[in-house]
């Protein structure tokens, strides 16, 4: 079964950085686009970043420019480092396959508040 531990997440004020990481229990994990996707309360799961085997990488228009995706193989691990946060990027962040498993960790709480 596959597993996905996401952590770094925090409250930050506007303008503010935060990297998260995200730890993968697979096997095959390098032969998958990551992703991470997040969840602000009251609406649906939102992709925001994928990052292929390849190293192809696409974001939601929301984030390009302020977020940037990394994966390393070796490690099975995914990260996003986040500058310039905005209130509207406060969420819970999780990473998954870019066409996701069911198995989905808790998630990293993301705020952004003065």
């Known amino acids: 079964q596959v597993q996905f531990v996401e952590s770094g997440g925090g409250l930050v004020q506007p303008g503010g950085s935060l990297r998260l990481s995200c730890a993968a229990s697979?096997?095959?994990?390098?032969?998958?686009?990551m992703a991470w996707y997040r969840q602000a309360p009251g609406k649906q799961r939102e992709l925001v970043a994928t990052c292929s085997s390849s190293g192809r990488i696409n974001y939601v228009d929301s984030v390009k420019g302020r977020f940037a995706i990394t994966r390393d193989n070796a490690k099975s691990m995914v990260t996003l480092q986040m500058d310039g946060l905005k209130p509207e990027d406060k969420a819970v962040y999780y990473c998954n396959r870019e066409l996701p498993t069911p198995y989905w960790g808790q998630g990293t709480q993301v705020t952004v508040s003065s």
């Open positions: 697979e096997i095959s994990f390098r032969s998958y686009t």
